[in-house]
């Protein structure tokens, strides 16, 4: 008896194929990085600018603050009424702040810089969030001090007998007042520069 033998052709899948499945899912990994970097690059390019419009608004606070002198035009043969930042502490406080913060503004930019060229590297942005973050809480303690200050200057305060000097020194108070309120501006920029980096982390 003859043995019957039965071939069943079972089609296989090609080798190219198979392997066009791989490439595929290499493709969309690449397209969300993509994705993700150019998001994180926007981020990085915005963060620049606003570290760039901060370093004018802290400049501006401390040179605001530090010419803020003013000098009466009468004055007798012992005394001459003259009013400066360096008279109070506060106020010279105020300028070393704002001049302490407009330099590591500065120093930050290339750190900014890194953020662009390299969007997805978190090393770089975690360490302009804690530095930012220690910065704005610097420049909040200058601004709200000055402010104070600034507050008893225009009113004064009747249960201390301080009486208020911005009607006799009047472009005094307003040069410390705008410099209070450009400083503000900079907390503000501050503010914004560690939402945004923090956005940027928790997207990585």
Same mark, same amino acid.
């Given at each position: 008896?003859?043995?019957?033998?039965?071939?069943?052709?079972?089609?296989?899948?090609?080798?190219?194929?198979?392997?066009?499945?791989?490439?595929?899912?290499?493709?969309?990994?690449?397209?969300?990085?993509?994705?993700?970097?150019?998001?994180? +690059?926007? &981020?990085?390019?915005?963060?620049? =600018? @606003?570290? $760039?419009?901060?370093?004018? *608004? !802290?400049?501006?606070?401390?040179?605001?603050?530090?010419?803020?002198?003013?000098?009466?035009?009468?004055?007798?043969?012992?005394?001459?009424?003259?009013?400066?930042?360096?008279?109070?502490?506060t106020f010279?406080?105020?300028?070393?702040?704002?001049?302490?913060?407009?330099?590591?503004?500065?120093?930050?930019?290339?750190?900014?810089?890194?953020?662009?060229? +390299?969007? &997805?590297?978190?090393?770089?942005? =975690? @360490?302009? $969030?804690?530095?930012?973050? *220690? !910065?704005?809480?610097?420049?909040?303690?200058?601004?709200?001090s000055a402010?104070?200050?600034?507050?008893?200057?225009?009113?004064?305060?009747?249960?201390?007998?301080?009486?208020?000097?911005?009607?006799?020194?009047?472009?005094?108070?307003?040069?410390?007042?705008?410099?209070?309120?450009?400083?503000?501006?900079?907390?503000?920029?501050?503010?914004?520069?560690?939402?945004?980096?923090?956005?940027?982390?928790?997207?990585?």
């Open positions: 008896m003859k043995n019957e033998s039965t071939v069943i052709d079972v089609p296989a899948e090609s080798s190219s194929a198979m392997k066009g499945s791989a490439p595929l899912i290499g493709v969309a990994r690449d397209h969300t990085t993509s994705d993700s970097g150019g998001y994180k +690059r926007g &981020l990085s390019i915005f963060d620049f =600018l @606003l570290r $760039l419009a901060a370093i004018i *608004a !802290a400049s501006v606070a401390a040179g605001t603050m530090f010419t803020s002198d003013e000098t009466l035009p009468f004055f007798t043969q012992f005394l001459q009424f003259e009013a400066g930042y360096d008279d109070l502490p010279q406080f105020f300028v070393i702040a704002m001049s302490m913060i407009s330099g590591y503004l500065l120093l930050s930019l290339p750190f900014s810089v890194v953020t662009i060229v +390299r969007p &997805l590297a978190t090393s770089p942005r =975690l @360490l302009l $969030l804690v530095l930012d973050t *220690a !910065a704005m809480a610097f420049n909040m303690a200058a601004a709200s402010a104070a200050i600034g507050y008893l200057a225009h009113n004064g305060n009747q249960n201390t007998n301080w009486l208020p000097i911005c009607q006799q020194f009047g472009d005094f108070c307003q040069k410390t007042s705008g410099a209070v309120v450009s400083s503000f501006v900079s907390v503000v920029f501050f503010i914004m520069l560690v939402v945004l980096s923090g956005v940027a982390l928790k997207r990585h």
